[in-house]
């Protein structure tokens, strides 16, 4: 598990920042990227390893008759996979429908689109609140709120995988319900799947999920027992085929959330158990490595987080971050070179960034240069987990090793030796390196190596100079 530590950033800029379900932020080619609607467009700002942040740029969305004054106009998704932002932006008046577009983001802060902005949903009423994910088959999905039939949840899904949108395919614009304003969000599973979830924010209903199975719809669920409001943020996630979610109950800040899961396995969701009293808003941010989730929100205007270890389904204590505000995680930590980043918003909806410190992961290497008394222990940094580590070696005659190198500072990729000696001839001695950041200490691998045996003239013979 990870330690957050502020990272003192500071404000990324004062845009509209005011939810986490539509996704901001993502970590790619060694650097961090926040979309944000500033009232005007959907831009981004990008930071390298020293965090100093770029100019915003912008993705020009197409102009119409609404504003883009709303954080929930503008959702991302980032596929690690592809290496490729997919973007969706709504205006939000009757003639607007949602546009669409991807890129390719580079090294120096610039995007590389595919193609220019495209109409994913063609305009004929008002299409608003996007929240945009990709299938593993690389479909794009967008589930949108659609005012034409008296206000539904809708989703519809691109006709090609190659980060253009294509023709629409028969069956979509799919209608999930109708009903009042319903909010919804859209998660990837596993072979195409995706789940479809609906909330509204402002009457006692039940949370609805609907699934594709890359074929076809399943009937749609309630999700739990209960009815909630105050659910305009839809915090939903997917572990592999398992969904879990957060429910809100009540009015801040007498606030009370929920939380309930579906194990692809059982086939049916949970009765909602209670997970904290006075939480205003939170996401959720899936470790893909370690499957944990962690979920960030605001409690009783205190930044909070806690994990779920989804094996035994237990949440860890509760633990501060940040300034805090509201939050917006990355969707999930894909790899162990990726850190665990959040945006969030304070005060006048200034945006902040801050980053998870996680545990450092090292590599022991075999010794090298091996002889009787002395050997060369060889290590690799493979994730410093967000700051330089202090590195080193274990070592001793068995796996209590007892005796510890001087300490060498490494990041990312770097390699370190230590040469030890005063050693015993023919003899087999235990060692791993380790790496240690303000999130605490990680090991590799147990390794052995053997020094050569001592070589001893056994006899002595007395040679005549005539002989030599």
């Known amino acids: 598990m990870a330690t957050l530590v502020d990272a003192g950033i500071g404000t990324i800029d004062s ?37 100093v942040w770029s100019a915003k740029q912008n993705t020009n969305v197409p102009a119409g008759v609404g504003n883009l004054d709303r954080g929930t106009k503008g959702t991302c998704w980032y596929s690690a996979t592809q290496n490729r932002v997919y973007l969706a932006a709504a205006r939000g008046a009757a003639a607007d429908g949602i546009w669409f577009r991807s890129g390719t983001p580079q090294s120096d802060g610039s995007i590389t689109w595919t193609a220019p902005w495209v109409a994913a949903v063609v305009a004929a009423r008002q299409s608003l609140y996007p929240c945009i994910c990709v299938d593993t088959d690389g479909y794009v999905w967008i589930s949108y709120y659609y005012s034409a039939d008296g206000t539904s949840t809708r989703v519809t899904r691109s006709g090609n995988n190659d980060g253009t949108w294509g023709i629409t395919p028969p069956g979509f614009p ?14 990837p599973m596993t072979a195409g799947k995706i789940a ?16 594709w199975t890359g074929a076809a719809w399943l009937p749609l669920e309630n999700v739990a027992n209960l009815n909630v409001d105050q659910n305009n943020y839809v915090p939903v996630i997917a572990v592999d085929d398992d969904l879990f979610v957060m429910a ?6 007498n606030t009370h959330t929920s939380w309930s899961y579906r194990l692809w396995s059982a086939g049916v969701w949970v009765n909602y158990q209670e997970f904290e009293a006075g939480i205003l808003v939170g996401q959720f941010f899936l470790d893909v490595i370690t499957k944990e989730i962690y979920y960030f929100y605001d409690h009783l205007g205190l930044p909070r987080y806690k994990v779920l270890d989804t094996t035994t389904l237990t949440w860890g204590p509760e633990q501060t971050w940040g300034p805090g505000g509201v939050a917006a995680p990355f969707y999930s930590r894909p ?5 665990i980043g959040v945006a969030y918003a304070v005060g006048g909806w200034n945006i902040y960034y801050d980053e998870m410190v ?11 240069n091996v002889t009787d008394i002395s050997g060369i222990l060889n290590g690799r940094l493979q994730s410093d987990g967000g700051e330089a580590c202090n590195c080193g070696f274990e070592w001793g005659e068995t796996v209590a090793y007892g005796h510890v190198t001087p300490i060498q500072v490494k990041t990312t990729g770097q390699t370190f030796s230590q040469l030890i000696s005063g050693l015993k001839p023919n003899t087999t001695y235990h060692f791993r390196a380790f790496a240690t950041n303000s999130a605490g200490t990680g090991y590799g691998a147990d390794m052995t190596f053997t020094t050569l045996a001592q070589f001893i003239l056994s006899k002595h013979y007395d040679l005549a100079k005539a002989q030599l």
């Open 15 to 51: 845009p509209i920042c005011d939810t986490g379900r539509t996704r901001k932020c993502f970590y790619a080619q060694g650097r961090r990227w926040v979309f944000y609607i500033d009232n005007a467009d959907y831009v981004w700002k990008s930071a390298g390893p020293d965090y």
């Open 174 to 187: 799919y209608t999930i319900l109708t009903g009042p304003a319903w909010r919804s969000a859209c998660v």
């Open 196 to 211: 479809v979830f609906a909330a509204c924010p402002n009457n006692m209903q039940r949370m609805k999920c609907q699934i």
């Open 248 to 253: 809100f109950r009540g009015l801040f800040p």
């Open 335 to 339: 790899n162990q070179s990726t850190p």
């Open 358 to 368: 996680m545990l450092p992961v090292v590599e022991t290497l075999s010794a090298s």
